[in-house]
């Protein structure tokens, strides 16, 4: 059954370096979502991507955030300048095509557990 | 604004036993309420997804049902097993978001 991957497992950076978290969505889904869940706390949603821009952004995903579809498989979340509140884990999820769009079920991918020191 | 809660958030019970979680919303205005499970220091398992015209999903042991009206929704585990010591999170699906409740940790205990 096809998943989403996610890679590396896990991250550790120095605070103020560029982090750079990888995604492969399902091969044939068009929408592209990040979250992130700080350590016992709520999974946050960060952004929505589709047809190569934005869809919706939270308050959290601020100028220090980026994301980019760069081929046709990856989709990236860039962290320019990694603060200590950055640690937690990311995931990255994907929607099918079709008419339910956005409202379609997530896959979502194991996870990247970034780690700022 | 959606918010989603989850109460209790804890429960520990003996195994064998059935068992209800529950979750409210504060927007009925959702495409879908889903639950997932989360293992400590894991990813994120799919369980049971409600489209809004449905009422109940059902898998294996466990059943889930959504009642917009109200802005509850409810997962019922019969028969537990240690196995299913999780935490379990119910998401509220509104507009391009997944709005998540903070969680239900369920420790079975053999």
């Known amino acids: 059954e096809p998943e989403v991957t996610q890679t590396p497992s896990h991250q550790v950076t120095q605070m103020g370096q560029e982090v750079i978290l990888r995604c492969v969505p399902i091969?044939?889904?068009?929408?592209f979502y990040w979250y992130r869940q700080i350590l016992g706390q709520k999974v946050e949603f960060l952004v929505s991507f589709y047809n190569n821009e934005i869809s919706e952004k939270s308050e959290i995903f601020d100028d220090q955030f980026s994301v980019e579809r760069p081929d046709g498989s990856n989709f990236t979340l860039k962290i320019r300048s990694t603060k200590l509140e950055d640690s937690a884990m990311y995931f990255c999820?994907?929607?099918?095509?079709?008419?339910?769009?956005?409202?379609?079920?997530?896959?979502f991918g194991p996870g990247t557990r970034l780690t700022v020191l | 604004k959606q918010e989603v809660t989850q109460i209790p958030a804890a429960l520990s019970v003996p195994e064998g036993e059935n068992l209800v979680l529950n979750c409210s919303f504060t927007?009925?205005?959702?495409?879908?309420l889903q639950w997932f499970r989360q293992d400590p220091g894991k990813g994120l398992t799919s369980l049971l997804l409600?489209?809004?015209s449905q009422r109940e999903q059902t898998s294996g042991r466990l059943n889930a049902s959504l009642d917009k009206s109200s802005g509850r929704s409810t997962l019922y585990i019969a028969a537990s097993q240690p196995g299913d010591s999780a935490t379990y999170l119910c998401?509220?699906?509104?507009?391009?978001?997944?709005?998540w409740g903070a969680g239900t940790k369920l420790i079975i205990k053999p």
């Open positions: 998401v509220a699906h509104s507009n391009y978001q997944l709005i």
């Open positions: 999820a994907s929607t099918p095509a079709g008419a339910g769009g956005p409202k379609d079920t997530q896959y």
């Open positions: 091969s044939n889904h068009l929408y």
């Open positions: 927007d009925s205005a959702i495409y879908n």
């Open positions: 409600i489209q809004s």
